[in-house]
Nanobody, 124 residues
């Protein structure tokens, strides 16, 4: 499956952005879909995931209550709505597809397919 992330940009502190991840090659309903981010000089970190079965969602503590992950099966896409953005949210955001076990939902190693990343910059 090929993933294409988009929607990043420059936004002020407190602003909002909506990231999209479009897929081709296979239907995303076969996978759990995650969003990760990587800031300069830091390791890639988990942001959110929507599970394949049931569609339950999980978030990192740093974004819980501000970000929302969703999927559109008809459009074969996944989204990350980001509200109340903070400067510390600045990073390259990646979407990923895979079939992680429950204990590995937040592990980048558990995802087999990755998009190219989209830059999010939050100015103070």
């Amino acid at each position: 499956v090929q993933l294409q992330a988009s929607g990043g940009g420059l936004v002020q502190d407190g602003g909002s952005l909506r990231l999209s991840c479009a897929a081709s090659g296979r239907t995303l309903s076969q996978y759990a879909m995650g969003w990760f981010r990587q800031a300069p000089g830091k390791e890639r970190e988990f942001v959110a995931v929507i599970r394949k079965i049931g569609g339950s969602t999980h978030y990192s503590d740093s974004v819980k209550g501000r970000f929302t992950i969703s999927r559109d099966r008809d459009k074969n896409a996944v989204y990350l709505q980001m509200n109340s953005l903070k400067p510390e949210d600045t990073a390259v955001y990646y979407c990923a597809a895979g079939n992680p076990i429950l204990s590995s939902l937040n592990s980048a190693r558990a995802y087999a397919y990755w998009g190219q990343g989209t830059q999010v910059t939050v100015s103070s």
